[in-house]
């Protein structure tokens, strides 16, 4: 089977920190461009960040920058997103997406079933 699992969401207060793991079995992501989502209360799901597959280029989206690291290890087929500084317009369900090219580039072949990030005082 071709799966993605997200995990390490939660419930967390303002300027704290959660790191959000995808996990890839079925077929391995070392050629795979790997992508975060977010769909927040408006129900629109937006990119966040995204990491190549061959350089290892790492891309965000202007409102985490210096908040927010995508990292991989290719060893453990596996992607994090590590989170800090949080805010309460953080506060979404976030999704892991692998497309098999080398650039963060669309469609995306496989997605996760979503991990809910929840930020609140």
């Known amino acids: 089977q071709v799966q993605l699992v997200e995990s390490g969401g939660g419930s967390v207060q303002p300027g704290g920190s959660l790191k959000l793991s995808c996990v890839a079995s079925g077929f391995t992501l070392e050629h795979y461009a790997v992508g975060w989502f977010r769909q927040g209360p408006e129900n629109i799901r937006d990119a966040v960040s995204c990491i190549s597959s061959s350089e290892g280029r790492t891309y965000y989206v202007g409102s985490v920058k210096g908040r927010f690291t995508i990292s991989r290890d290719k060893a453990k087929n596996t992607v994090y997103l590590q989170m800090n500084s949080l805010k309460p317009e953080d506060t979404a369900v976030y999704y892991c997406?692998?497309?098999?090219?080398?650039?963060?580039?669309?469609?995306?072949?496989?997605w996760g079933q979503g991990t809910q990030v929840t930020v609140s005082s």
């Open positions: 997406a692998a497309v098999g090219k080398s650039l963060c580039e669309g469609p995306y072949d496989y």
